[in-house]
């Protein structure tokens, strides 16, 4: 006896050691991953050249066009016209002269040294409009400082376009909703308005995104738990989890190991919430659970631990191996989310499998507590009569599908109709994927990616009744010097192009004369101008049409351009979709094969989680077209919904399975399926939800990309939920029966009611 207390009192020693140093070690990594996450958004790069691949064509242009041009350049435009509709007057026209030339020699903003004029080259354009009712100003930020960093830590483009409006409204009383004395109107657009904007949209990445978020996770935990502490238990893992992807995300961006753009911080915020609720519900739940069997709560976490370790860690596994799929992608932007997100699953499960264990044990014997006022206690305790120590009976277990609830409930009515569920259930998943053509993913114009009023939006509608669209973004063609003429014949043979003009090496706003090409390498530059503007659709299609005429009469000819690397970019894309999903499917397909020892159980969870992905991918096209209102979707919207949709689904079936395989080892298969989902069914349930609505959040950024997939992946994952988990899944594993999990010892064991199984058949 006195063996028993000293080893006793050691394992407590050891026990509040090791939760001690968890909880400290957690708590440096939150001190400095707090810190790291604030300052994502200043490793960011959103400049979608940057991400094409150097085998594009127009990658191959821009790296020509570098030979005939000192510097590149990213224009800003500030667009002009009267607020009543008139022409512009001499005087408006005159002051808006002063200003355009006097702005340049503005100061920087507090904190910098110099003036605007620093971060220009060429000279300022002011050019009046053809049917005398608007004014272009141009200015050209020097393309090599546009992403640097000014005090504040805000980057020149937007602190540049920023300065452009104020000026504007202190100056000449213009802004786009008022006019001044003067009565101008005026817009800031132009290739730097659209970056300003597409910043400050994802400004809200850093504080409302993550705020939405955890608040309603955090509300939709206390209705699960109905404790005024587990809640805050949950959310800690999750945030202290974010830190720490925050960390190591932040540290491989600062030095260029990987890359991070505002979309990829929006998911990884997400992702990493999400997960790590998920993943602390399945574990809170087998604790509670086994509370109930054991005395003290260190035991009923190391059981809970070693029920939970596999599904937890293989459901990570599975997103983890999923999203690093994204690296064979040809778009920089799709490869940097494979290990950001990776690095995001990650830390939540090293959060999930650490801290949140600590957290729960942190009061010791009384760890109960934490779950007040509903604390689990052990169902029997009898007294040992050879020691006369009260101890747990633990051969009191009632079966869980005998309950009154919900769940035991939905899983009795599965057992006794399980034929005709599963053959509803996937004919109406069926009907929602039959709309999956319907999806429009070819491509928007730049002006539909904002969801709410901006700037340069407007702008840009006003300038293009006003002036040439295409000429402020012109396609470039690098041609050899003999094919000069037999090109531009071609070219402007071209619907949709307006002009084609020779390169000649002249300023800005200088007549060309009678100069000649300029020829670098016995190379020309031709500059085309298309009716489109070059972020609109309709110039993406004009250059796929100028390709394919110019490549006709000079195969060495390149197409570059703003609306080039658009085309450019979802052609790879597309690409993108027909490699990655075979290579996603296979690589999960294995995954579920060693964690399930079947062929049979994978193929059959792949099978529902591609159908539900065709549904809900079905179903979110009709609100795309019929009740939001969409333009349409980039080619990359149904990857990623792929890649999210497929490996998150297959979560929760993961969650299911192995439980059933756990009971089914016990009394079968049949009874196993019911029993799993009787028990299951409640935390998984919840699980779907957080995750649902934590991708949710992410339509309180007004961009149209993330919007989407904050609709699609959180319909589909709703859909995996409460259909393709609560009903396909396991009707069919309980129609096939033990042939569930062929190729395994399980699957030759005859089905007999509630008798335990063979142990070799583990």
């Not at 512009?88 to 605007?116: H, R």
């Not at 850093?206 to 238990?233: C, Q, T």
């Not at 319907?438 to 009023?453: C, E, H, K, P």
């Amino acid at each position: 006896m006195i063996l028993s207390m000293l080893s006793n009192r050691r394992s407590t020693v050891l026990r509040a050691v090791l939760v001690g140093v968890a909880l400290v070690v957690w708590l440096g990594i939150g001190s400095v991953g707090g810190m790291a996450q604030g300052k994502l958004s200043q490793v960011q790069t959103n400049d979608a050249s940057a991400f094409l691949p150097s085998s594009a064509e127009s990658t191959q242009a821009a790296e020509e066009s570098k030979g005939f041009v000192d510097t590149e350049t990213l224009p800003a435009l500030v667009v002009l016209q009267p607020a009543d509709g008139s022409d512009v007057t001499p005087e408006q026209l005159t002051a808006v002269q002063d200003w355009a030339l006097a702005f340049p020699d503005e100061a920087l903003p507090p904190g910098n040294e110099g003036t605007w004029s620093d971060y220009l080259v060429g000279e300022v354009a002011v050019v009046p409009s053809e049917d005398g009712e608007a004014v272009l100003v141009a200015y050209s930020l020097d393309g090599a400082t546009a992403d640097e960093l000014l005090a504040e830590d805000e980057g020149v483009t937007e602190s540049f376009v920023t300065a452009l409006r104020a000026s504007l409204e202190s100056e000449l009383g213009a802004t786009a909703t008022s006019a001044g004395e003067l009565g101008l109107q005026a817009w800031v657009t132009g290739p730097a308005g659209f970056v300003a904007d597409l910043v400050t949209a994802f400004g809200g990445i850093d504080g409302v995104l993550l705020l939405v978020a955890l608040g309603a996770v955090l509300l939709i935990l206390v209705l699960v738990y109905r404790s005024p502490f587990l809640p805050f238990v949950v959310i800690f893992t999750a945030v202290f989890a974010l830190c720490l992807a925050g960390l190591v995300v932040y540290t491989l961006a600062a030095n260029g190991t990987l890359v991070l753009n505002g979309q990829s911080q929006g998911i990884l915020s997400i992702l990493v919430v999400g997960a790590s609720v998920d993943y602390a519900l399945l574990l809170v739940a087998r604790y509670r659970e086994e509370l109930a069997h054991v005395e003290h709560p260190a035991q009923a976490m190391g059981r809970a631990l070693r029920a939970c370790v596999e599904p937890i860690a293989a459901s990570a596994g599975t997103v983890i191996a999923g999203v690093l799929c994204l690296l064979l992608s040809d778009l920089g932007s799709n490869r940097s989310l494979g290990p950001v997100a990776a690095i995001g699953i990650a830390s939540a499960l090293l959060g999930a499998l650490t801290l949140l264990p600590a957290l729960l044990l942190v009061f010791g014997k009384h760890s109960r507590i934490l779950f007040w006022p509903r604390a689990p206690r052990p169902a029997a305790v009898v007294v040992a009569p050879e020691t006369g120590h009260p101890h747990v009976d633990t051969t009191v277990e009632p079966d869980p599908a005998d309950g009154t609830g919900l769940w035991p409930r939905l899983a009795r009515f599965v057992g006794r109709k399980a034929r005709p569920v599963w053959i509803i259930t996937a004919v109406a998943l069926g009907v929602g994927a039959a709309f999956l053509p319907t999806l429009n993913a070819s491509g928007t114009n730049q002006v539909d990616i904002f969801l709410t009023d901006v700037d340069a939006v407007a702008g840009e509608e006003v300038l293009a009744e006003h002036f040439p669209a295409g000429s402020v973004q012109p396609a470039i063609l690098i041609v050899d010097e003999a094919d000069v003429d037999a090109v531009t014949a071609a070219a402007e043979g071209v619907d949709g192009v307006e002009s084609v003009t020779p390169y000649t090496g002249a300023p800005a706003g200088a007549p060309a004369g009678d100069a000649p090409p300029l020829a670098v390498d016995g190379r020309v530059r031709l500059d085309v101008a298309t009716t489109a503007s070059a972020d609109t659709q309709a110039a993406v299609d004009t250059v796929e049409d100028l390709r394919t005429a110019v490549h006709e009469v000079s195969p060495t000819a390149v197409v570059g351009g703003a609306a080039a690397e658009t085309l450019d970019t979802n052609l790879a894309s597309e690409r993108d979709l027909r490699v990655i999903v075979p290579v996603v499917l296979l690589v999960i397909g294995v995954i579920l094969m060693f964690l399930l020892r079947s062929v049979v159980a994978a193929a059959l969870l792949l099978a529902a989680n591609v159908l539900s992905f065709a549904a809900a991918l079905g179903v979110s096209a009709i609100f795309f077209n019929h009740v939001f209102g969409f333009a349409g979707a980039d080619p990359v919207v149904p990857l990623f919904a792929f890649v999210f949709l497929v490996a998150l689904g297959v979560d929760y079936s993961i969650f299911l399975m192995t439980r059933v395989r756990e009971e089914s080892l016990k009394v079968g298969t049949r009874a196993g399926v019911v029993r799993g989902l009787a028990v299951t069914g409640g935390v998984i349930t919840s699980a779907g939800v957080v995750l649902a609505t934590t991708f949710a959040a992410l339509g309180v950024i007004p961009l149209l990309f993330l919007a989407q997939i904050a609709f699609i992946v959180a319909f589909g994952v709703l859909l995996d939920t409460l259909v393709v988990r609560s009903l396909l899944v396991p009707a069919l594993v309980h129609d096939l029966g033990r042939r569930t999990w062929w190729p395994s010892a399980l699957s030759r064991h005859q089905e007999h009611g509630l008798h335990k199984v063979a142990p070799d058949l583990e």
